[in-house]
C-alpha cells in the first residue's frame, strides 16, 4: 500500500547565521491511507509550519513533500490550485466561513471553484448533510450559527470533493467541551468508516485521544511517537499521551 504523504528530510528556516530559526528541522514520515495522525507539539514547536509547508502556503527549505505520488513543491498553476482545493481539504481553527454565503453555500463553493458537480456531488452533499447533522443550519448565514455549527459547516466544505487527505489545524480551539468531543466524534467516524485520511495538529490531548497515531514534535524534530494500541480505549490513549506531554512541558484538562 501506497502513502498517501510522505515527507522526506523536510527543513524550513528562517533567517541567516546566528539569527537563523529552524522551524522544521529534517522532519521525515508517512501517511497511509484511512490513517488518522495527530501532531502535537508546544508553541513554536514546528507544528503549524508543518501544515503550512504540506498545504503549499509556504515553500520548505529543503526535503520533499509528496501527496499521492506528487511532489508538491513541483506544482503550479492549476496543478497547484488543484492540489489545494481538490486533492486536499482543510479545517481551519476559525472556521474561515464566508460571511455572506449561507451553511450550503460555503460547503459548495469548492464545487463551484474545482468542479465535481453533478450527482455524484448532490449525494455526497445529503449524506455529508445528514452525517455531520447540518441539515437545519443549511439556509443559515455563519452570524446565525454557533461555534460548533460553524465547525461542522467548514467540515462539510472540507469533505465536499472527497479529498485525499484532510488537513485539520487546531479544529477543537474555539470550541467548547462539547462541541469539540461532538467534532472529534463525526472526525473519528469518518475516518473508521468511511476511511477519510486525517492529519491533525492540536495542543489538545483530549482532541488527540481520537487519533490511532501521535507524532510529536520539538524544536522542529520530531520527538516521539505513540501509536493507539489494538483494542486499547481513548482514556488510556489519553493517559499515554500526558505522560509524553509531561516531557515536553504540556497538559490537558480531563478527558471529554
Sequence with gaps: MEPVLKIESLK???GKGDSQTKAIDGISFQVMPGEFLGIMGASGSGKSTLLNCIAAVIKPTSGTIEMEGKEVSHLSGKKLADYRGKDMGYLFQSFELI??????????LPVSLHGGSG???SERFEKLAEYLE???ILNKFPSQMSGGEKQRIAAARA??????????DEPTGALDSKNAKSLMTK??????EQGATILMVTHDSNAASFCSRIMF????????ELRKEDGEDRQAFYDRILKVLAQLGGGSANVL
Design 159 to 168: 469533505l465536499i470533493l472527497d479529498p485525499g487527505l484532510i488537513l485539520c
Design 217 to 224: 514534535i520539538q524544536d522542529g524534530k520530531i520527538f516521539h
Design 12 to 14: 524550513k528556516y528562517y
Design 187 to 192: 472526525l473519528s467516524g469518518l475516518n473508521k
Design 134 to 136: 447540518i441539515k437545519d
Design 119 to 121: 450527482k455524484e456531488g
Design 99 to 108: 460571511d455572506n454565503l449561507t451553511g450550503k453555500e460555503n460547503i459548495l
